[in-house]
């Protein structure tokens, strides 16, 4: 999965760093906070976990949290003009689709 949605998400903010419009930190915002809401249910589900299962889900948790600010530092520099975009874009930026 993360290697379908890397290249898609680094794609689409490619094509919109050429609108020239300007950067909206929120947006990159929304897209750490939704990937360290998803890395701390991660955690939970280690907390209940033991031995290998436990440290995967932890490794997991905070890859989960990698990709999430990668995502905020690309939105960011792609000086996007969210003022601009559709519901469904912005979504699927913050999403990583």
Do not use: F, Y
Request: hydrophobic residues 40%; glycine residues 10%.
């Amino acid at each position: 999965m993360r290697n379908i949605v890397l290249p898609v998400l680094s794609a689409a903010l490619l094509s919109l760093a050429g609108c020239g419009g300007q950067g909206d930190d929120s947006l990159g915002d929304d897209a750490a906070d939704a990937a360290e809401a998803e890395a701390e249910n991660i955690e939970a589900m280690a907390a209940n976990a033991s031995g290998e299962q436990a440290d995967r889900l932890e490794g997991l948790a905070d890859e989960v949290e990698d990709r999430g600010e990668a995502a905020e530092e690309r939105i960011d520099e792609s000086d996007v003009d969210a003022g601009e975009l559709t519901d469904a874009q912005k979504n699927a930026l913050v999403n990583g689709q």
